[in-house]
């Protein structure tokens, strides 16, 4: 299920300094982005852009790029607007950018509120796809008091704000602004199996036998009932060499 991970990250980034690769056509970008609780923190990260010697440092960009969540941050670029260039307005504040997301389920703590997904991205610079985990907030609580927590082993999708990083292992932590799952055939989700036997659904069409049915001579409806039968009196066509003895052929 790995080919389904991804993760990027779209929202305002800082470039300190670009730099032209020699070997093809993308530049080389060192930068910052804001996060935390109200986004005073400065994470510092590299970056790589096609066709980026337009962006003339120091410079504010919004970009959208694939967001590798490890020790040492990378953003492969694919599409930015300029901001800002030069100087920043006074009354200017910047949000913490937005990570969405494909992955999987591998744990969570419905009272501590959180949810571990181990997700991947592609790497420009090392031209490899990275795996790494990201954590999500359930926060505020009141917000997901009725939704449930998903499934270990599902396939989920996540989004939300870069909030903080692990210090110990450097995992990324994001508020939760939504998510969803779907659990594939072959996971071991450790749910408990039902012990409730389906029921046969009847085919369309098909009545309870009229011979043998109270209800149906006495001209009453049924459970069993789903349609317009193929062989309702009114719909048939009359045979006269054998005359209807029963009452209940006889009724409309």
Same mark, same amino acid.
């Given at each position: +299920? @790995? =080919?389904?991970y991804?993760?990027?990250?779209?929202?305002?980034?800082?470039?300190? @300094?670009?730099?032209?690769?020699?070997?093809?056509?993308h530049? *080389?970008?060192?930068?910052?982005?804001?996060?935390?609780?109200?986004? @005073?923190?400065?994470?510092?990260?590299t970056?790589?852009? $096609?066709?980026a010697?337009?962006?003339?440092?120091?410079?504010?960009? $919004?970009?959208?790029?694939?967001?590798v969540?490890?020790?040492?941050?990378?953003?492969?670029? *694919?599409?930015? !607007? =300029? +901001?800002?260039?030069?100087?920043?307005?006074?009354?200017?504040?910047?949000?913490?950018?937005?990570?969405?997301?494909?992955?999987?389920v591998?744990?969570?703590?419905?009272?501590a509120?959180?949810?571990?997904?181990?997700?991947?991205?592609?790497?420009?610079?090392?031209? #490899?796809?990275?795996v790494?985990d990201?954590?999500?907030?359930?926060?505020? #609580?009141?917000?997901?008091?009725?939704t449930p927590?998903?499934?270990?082993?599902?396939?989920?999708? $996540?989004?939300?704000p870069?909030?903080?990083?692990?210090?110990?292992?450097?995992?990324?932590?994001?508020?939760?602004?939504?998510?969803?799952?779907?659990?594939?055939? !072959?996971?071991?989700?450790?749910?408990?199996?039902? /012990?409730s /036997? %389906?029921?046969?659904? %009847?085919?369309?069409?098909?009545?309870?036998?009229?011979?043998?049915?109270?209800?149906?001579?006495?001209?009453?409806?049924?459970g069993? @009932?789903?349609?317009? *039968?193929?062989?309702?009196p009114?719909?048939?066509?009359?045979?006269?060499?054998? %005359?209807?003895?029963?009452?209940?052929?006889?009724? #409309?």
């Amino acid at each position: +299920m @790995e =080919t389904l991970y991804a993760c990027y990250l779209t929202g305002v980034v800082q470039v300190d @300094e670009v730099e032209k690769r020699t070997t093809n056509k993308h530049h *080389s970008l060192q930068g910052q982005v804001s996060y935390g609780h109200n986004n @005073e923190a400065e994470l510092q990260l590299t970056a790589s852009a $096609f066709y980026a010697g337009s962006v003339a440092p120091p410079n504010l960009i $919004f970009a959208h790029a694939a967001f590798v969540g490890t020790a040492k941050v990378h953003l492969s670029i *694919s599409s930015w !607007n =300029t +901001m800002f260039q030069g100087s920043v307005p006074d009354n200017y504040e910047r949000k913490a950018p937005i990570v969405t997301g494909t992955g999987k389920v591998t744990d969570y703590n419905e009272e501590a509120a959180w949810i571990s997904f181990q997700t991947a991205a592609w790497n420009r610079e090392t031209a #490899a796809k990275v795996v790494f985990d990201i954590i999500g907030l359930r926060l505020p #609580a009141a917000r997901y008091r009725n939704t449930p927590m998903p499934v270990r082993g599902a396939i989920a999708n $996540f989004t939300g704000p870069l909030h903080s990083q692990n210090s110990i292992n450097n995992a990324f932590t994001i508020v939760l602004d939504d998510y969803t799952w779907a659990v594939p055939p !072959n996971a071991n989700t450790n749910s408990v199996p039902t /012990t409730s /036997t %389906p029921r046969k659904r %009847p085919a369309l069409g098909r009545r309870s036998d009229s011979r043998t049915s109270p209800s149906s001579v006495n001209g009453s409806s049924t459970g069993a @009932e789903a349609g317009p *039968s193929n062989s309702s009196p009114t719909n048939a066509a009359p045979n006269p060499s054998r %005359p209807s003895t029963s009452a209940a052929n006889t009724l #409309a």
